[in-house]
């Protein structure tokens, strides 16, 4: 397995899979957090993305599968998969396979026509959602067989936090794909505090008083932020564009009450009206709808985050079931 972060055997799909398989090897970044220094650890993950993908390729020999657990770990090591023939070769997975469906810009139309170059030597994809599942299949001609959905999952510790003490304001985070704009239009005549953490976020114009606008917070303070929240509200880009499932998947297992954009990815995580409260990119009349209710109705509001969080911890399993199903596919032929 081809990871992009430093990884100790914590990890919770590295011990379910100990004792299931014969031979279990991860190949990770070599010499990731050893400096203090954001620099180092910025051009370690780069070069890995390329390092990583020969590596597994000279000791391919040794494995029945290679799973490259990005997208661009994937394209490196299929391309070199398919140029380095051989008559037997492991199976190839890779895992969070998407593009973005809105760019058609002569870089981004590059980086697809790479991908295409890739794909003889891809076996199996795990997309972040069925939306994507349908395109995918489709736009690269993958025989339905070779693609999954692959659910994800929060931090399973998260789901252990017991409650953080409760503030008065609203909470938005993240820094990619993100529509900020909507959801300052949204609360801009609302009288409650709105705090946005992003480091990539830069107003047209001056930030109502209420706002507050964060560039970065460690990673503590910015959980007890998700905790201590009325409610969390992810603004998103467009249906077209699978992004804020890491965010939202933290905020659900925080039991946090989550309003948030409607996307191909994020409705695979929620159900509108249960345990999420959805709206259509660029609405920031329903958005504010959205927030004056669960302002009025806390008890629904924190109904809701419970139900979440009993929801998203059943994830850990369902995607289990989804990855050993599909080593079982695999396997079968070697």
Known sequence: MMIHWEEAGKWDLYQALVGRVEKLDVLQPFGLNRFRSRFWNRVTFFLSEFYLPLAALVRRDSYNIVISWSMRLGICYGILNRLAIKSARPKHIIYDFHINLTRNDPFYRFRINLLRIALPGIDFFYTTSEKEKEIYTKRFNIHPDQIAFYPMKPAAYLLEKEAYSKGGYLFSYGNSDRD???????????????????????????????????????????????????????????????????????????????????NMATIEYATDKQTALFFEAGDDGNLKKHIQFLMNNPVVAENMGRQARLSVSKNAERRLIVFLGVLDYLLKDC
Request: some cysteine; glycine content about 4%; charged content about 15%.
């Open 180 to 262: 900020y704009d909507t959801l300052i239009e949204a609360v801009r005549r609302l009288p409650f505090q709105t705090v946005i953490v992003s480091k990539t976020y830069q107003p047209m114009q001056p930030l109502p008083p209420r706002i507050v606008l964060i560039r970065e917070k460690p990673w503590d303070e910015l959980l007890a932020l998700i905790g201590s929240s009325c409610m969390v509200i992810l603004p998103l880009q467009s249906y077209w564009i699978a992004a804020g499932q890491t965010a939202m998947l933290e905020t659900l297992a925080l039991g946090r009450p989550l309003i948030v954009t409607s």
